[in-house]
């Protein structure tokens, strides 16, 4: 009787240790936040954050090294963040600049790696590099001192990260140690509120603050500091850490690819040569599939990051036929033509953007950057592919082989060959030669609409005519 007692006290015992032992197993969840911010990779994190919450992990640990990036795009991962109901620590590996610092204000904790730095968040515009407008600024500035107040951080020292105006005091008021803003402390004395001294300037005048890990440790804005992750999860006790480690897939990646400035750029410049050059030279084929390629690979990745809605291709589809619609079914470059231009600039613009709602002041500079540099690009095609190509041989066999396609639907023009122009020559547009209509361009002079033209020279596809 005693030993089935013993056996029964021993399963017992057993099962408790082992019941214990799966309990005290604490599931951490690694997210990587590496290179540049774009809305790539705030969908990976965004992503990642809801399958933490769903598989109920009680930690995410962020590990920090960017230089910084899309504001908006480091919005939608704070606010991700800032929704979870787990612990959420950041751990800088390298660098925490710019919109990295904005996430690590949004963490429950920051740690740091002894050679990482945090700070230096200052909005630029996108095109020439200089500081941002003071309204920019300041809305960063008020979004970085919300973060912080709301995580425990100090507010001064995320305020100077982004506004190099401020200047932050570390000071003695009475038996404490605070750290505030120049302002806060004006006022402390204006008030009257006992003894204040000021032992240092952590932040001066004129100078953005960016701080080493050791500097974050000693004004408290790093808990700690930790060598590895090894180190930060024994320094956090966790005993018995379940880690899952996620990266972001191929698909993820891709998109953080196409929707990359640089390719956006090309891909936009791409199709915008496209678009002209076909309207140039139509029916070659292959300027309208690398065209149709390269626009539906633009706004395919910006669906997939979640910035490209409906909306936004609807308005770049209506825009191009209205255009078209402009060029061969209405001539004259009038209400259809403007119209088309802007739906196609407006759906473009609300792409890069992401969001239709968002005010668009803080992006307005890097989507201007965008597409200048898209337009560049195309110029620069163009360029190539009206006064180089021509000269080649492979572009005199694409012609000859098009022209031969063409001359069975309509017939060839040839010198002196008269007609009426069917839309204002301003210098290009459109004329009537017999039954056929044709795209014709003048030496510069304005020719109305219903005026007598002659052809005068060719070249290829292009016609170039004067009055008759």
Same mark, same amino acid.
């Given at each position: ?17 082992? =019941? ?8 951490? @969840? ?17 992503? =990642? ?22 504001? %908006?795009?480091?919005?939608?991962? $704070? ?9 959420? +620590? ?11 610092? @904005?996430?690590? !204000? ?5 740690? @740091?790696?002894?050679?990482?730095? +945090? ?74 509120? /006992? ?30 500091? $930790? ?11 966790? %005993? ?10 191929? =698909? ?19 199709? #915008? ?12 084929? !292959? ?41 061969? +079914? ?23 953007? /992401? ?15 965008? @597409? ?10 163009? #360029? ?9 041989? #492979? ?38 030669? /017999? ?8 030496? /510069? ?24």
């Amino acid at each position: 009787m005693k030993n089935k007692r013993k056996k029964v006290l021993t399963i017992l015992t057993i099962s408790l240790l082992l =019941s214990i032992s799966a309990v005290s197993a604490e599931k951490i @969840m690694i997210i990587p936040v590496k290179g540049v911010i774009d809305l790539g990779l705030s969908a990976f994190i965004k992503n =990642s954050v809801e399958k933490a919450a769903a598989q109920d992990i009680a930690t995410i640990i962020l590990e920090i090294d960017t230089p910084g990036g899309r504001v %908006d795009a480091a919005d939608i991962i $704070c606010e991700s963040l800032l929704g979870y109901k787990g612990n959420v +620590i950041t751990f800088v590996t390298n660098q925490a600049w710019s919109a990295g610092s @904005m996430i690590a !204000l949004s963490s429950d904790k920051i740690i @740091m790696r002894p050679t990482a730095s +945090i700070g230096s968040a200052e909005p630029r515009e996108g095109i020439t590099g200089k500081k941002a407008d003071e309204k920019i600024v300041s809305a960063l500035r008020a979004r970085f001192k919300a973060l912080a107040e709301g995580e425990n951080h100090n507010n001064a020292l995320a305020q100077a990260m982004v506004d190099k105006d401020i200047v932050v005091l570390k000071v003695l008021a009475g038996n404490k140690t605070l750290i505030v803003t120049e302002e806060e402390f004006n006022e402390k004395i204006a008030a009257g509120r /006992g003894r204040i001294k000021i032992l240092t300037t952590i932040s001066e005048k004129g100078k953005l603050l960016n701080l080493s890990a050791e500097d974050a440790q000693k004004y408290s804005l790093a808990e700690s500091i $930790c060598e590895d992750r090894e180190t930060l999860i024994a320094y956090l006790e966790i %005993d018995n850490p379940d880690v899952v480690e996620v990266s972001p897939n191929w =698909s993820e990646n891709l998109v953080r690819f196409i929707t990359h400035p640089i390719l956006s750029s090309l891909l936009l410049g791409i199709g #915008f040569w496209a678009i002209i050059f076909a309207l140039r030279i139509p029916g070659l084929g !292959l300027p309208e599939i690398a065209g149709v390629s390269a626009l539906g690979l633009f706004f395919w990745g910006h669906k997939l990051a979640g910035l490209s809605g409906w909306l936004d291709i609807l308005l770049v589809i209506l825009g191009i036929a209205l255009i078209l619609i402009e060029l061969f +079914i209405i001539p004259g470059f009038g209400l259809a033509g403007i119209a088309g231009a802007l739906a196609l600039l407006a759906g473009i613009v609300l792409t890069l953007t /992401g969001h239709p709602l968002y005010p668009l002041i803080g992006e307005l500079n890097r989507v201007s950057g965008i @597409m200048l540099s898209s337009l560049f690009i195309s110029s620069i095609m163009l #360029f190539i592919s009206l006064k180089i190509f021509p000269k080649t041989k #492979f572009w005199n066999k694409l012609i000859l082989e098009y022209q031969l396609k063409k001359s069975e639907i309509e017939e060839e023009l040839v010198i002196s060959d008269s007609g009426v122009a069917i839309s204002d020559l301003r210098p290009s547009g459109k004329a009537k030669f /017999g039954n056929n209509i044709y795209d014709v361009e003048t030496l /510069g002079d304005y020719i109305k609409k219903g005026e007598k033209v002659k052809i005068i020279s060719k070249h290829g596809n292009i016609r170039k005519v004067e009055k008759a």
